[in-house]
């Protein structure tokens, strides 16, 4: 039986214990995952601990870095980047295996892998296993409910929309009903006028409706609020707030008062929770499952287990909690994997402080929405947003793709960046 590092199960525990090795296990190659490893090696490497041989191994269930942010979008060939591709220059090992078990007192992990489950030993582990779309017991919703949570998601939605022509012609046959005007409601909506024409041959029979059950569409988005609604207006979507879901089926959506919208295509985005495995250390989450980090990205009260990302909560600013994002999951892998390096060569840790946050919402062919802070002050819209929206999507949020080990490395500055330009110039 042989992994993807090329051993047998048992060589995996042998050579480690040969030379005596110590691991740095990192579960998750996200957007923390990915940095928090890139950081490791860029610790390890300045450092240079000749008589300690220490191993960067990494566990996701895919063989590819997802850039999840944009599985909102039409074009996902390139939202995949190789683990190989930024791993193997840098010198960290990975597998490609679901985690099933976390065994802290034994320092052991349960994977199961296309050959079969392993147990992998660990000296530090970083839980960076990110978080999942919430789906609540309605009926209905598991099995007829679309979402772009994740690539998979996004993939079974992209060959819904393009089998849509073969169903029987009917006035549900191109009508999309999205549930939940958050962030990633809202930009799935806003692509869907358009891509659902392209694939029809005409506007006319398209129908597009995004619900929510809180007053305002897209309440939670400040400044931003009244830009989405108008944007979402002028590209004829219906708004459809204040209204309570009863069930979904084949047939479309019921709502609590009875009305049944009938629609082909219903995507559901209610929200993200923290990966269920965090259940398994042995702390007290926040509401969204979290993991309680110090500003060094530790677990608190688990000395050799730190976390980063969507599954870590963190004080980021020094007084609020870190907020699921890309923007602080990645810093926040860097510094755990700085941390996590350091640690276990006795260096100082470094404290993580990020004082800005930014919210910026692909509107589609209508443009973007960039807002600043917590409260979320309008700064842009429109095409000038757009050109920021690209920049992080197609830029700022990659790794670098060249396989050059120093490009890598460099990248993994345990730094906090900018935040992304409001004013991009043409390209
Ligand atoms: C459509 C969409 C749009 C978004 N837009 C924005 C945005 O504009 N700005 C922003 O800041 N954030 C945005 N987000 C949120 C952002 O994607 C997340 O906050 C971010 O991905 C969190 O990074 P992470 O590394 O913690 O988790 P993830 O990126 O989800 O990575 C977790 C990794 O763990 C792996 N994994 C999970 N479970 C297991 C297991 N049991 N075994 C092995 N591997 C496992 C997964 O395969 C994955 O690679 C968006 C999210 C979505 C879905």
């Not at 008589?51 to 850039?67: G, T």
């Not at 320092?107 to 079969?116: D, E, L, N, R």
Request: hydrophobic fraction near 40%; charged fraction near 25%; include cysteine.
């Amino acid at each position: 039986m042989y992994d993807r590092l090329g051993r047998t199960r048992t060589n995996l525990h042998r050579e480690r214990a040969e030379v005596n090795v110590q691991r740095i296990l990192i579960l998750g190659a996200g957007f923390a995952g990915l940095w928090c490893a890139a950081g490791a090696a860029r610790k390890l490497f300045e450092s240079k601990p000749s008589n300690q041989p220490i191993e960067i191994l990494v566990i996701d269930a895919r063989s590819f870095h997802s850039i999840r942010v944009r599985n909102y979008e039409l074009d996902l060939e390139d939202t995949r980047v190789p683990l190989a591709d930024v791993l193997d220059p840098i010198g960290v090992k990975w597998l490609e295996g679901r985690v099933k078990q976390l065994d802290l007192t034994g320092h052991q992990v349960q994977v199961q892998t296309a050959s079969g489950e392993q147990t992998i030993d660990y000296t530090r582990l970083v839980f960076a296993l990110g978080s999942t779309l919430v789906r609540p017991k309605i009926p209905g919703l598991a099995e007829h409910a679309l979402d772009v949570d994740a690539y998979e998601g996004a993939l079974e939605l992209r060959d819904h929309l393009a089998s849509l022509p073969s169903q029987p012609a009917s006035s549900r046959r191109y009508t999309a009903v999205v549930i939940g005007a958050g962030l990633t409601g809202s930009e799935i909506t806003a692509e869907l006028p358009e891509r659902l024409a392209g694939i029809a041959g005409s506007r006319k029979s398209v129908r597009v409706i995004l619900m929510d059950r809180t007053p305002e569409i897209a309440q939670a988005m400040g400044g931003a609020q009244p830009v989405i609604e108008r944007a979402m207006r002028e590209m004829g979507v219906e708004l459809r707030p204040g209204v309570t879901l009863k069930k979904i089926s084949a047939r479309g959506v019921e709502l609590d008062d009875g009305e049944i919208i009938e629609a082909s295509t219903v995507i559901w985005c209610g929200g993200m929770r923290a990966n269920a495995l965090t259940a398994q250390i042995p702390v007290a989450s926040d509401e969204l499952g979290r993991l309680p980090v110090d500003n060094s990205m530790r677990v608190q009260g688990v000395d050799d287990v730190y976390a980063a990302g969507d599954s870590a909560c963190s004080l980021i600013d020094g007084r609020r909690p870190s907020i699921m994002s890309c923007q602080y999951s990645r810093p926040m892998g860097r510094f755990a994997g700085h941390n996590v390096a350091a640690d276990l060569l006795g260096l100082p840790l470094l404290p993580l402080r990020i004082d800005w946050y930014i919210t910026c919402v692909d509107l589609g062919p209508w443009g973007a929405v960039y807002t600043q802070g917590r409260d979320r002050v309008l700064a842009t819209q429109g095409e000038q947003a757009k050109r920021t929206k690209r920049l992080i999507n197609h830029e700022r949020i990659y790794p670098p793709r060249t396989r050059n080990r120093d490009d890598i490395l460099r990248a993994a500055a345990p730094e906090v960046d900018a935040p992304p330009p409001q004013n991009v110039a043409t390209g």
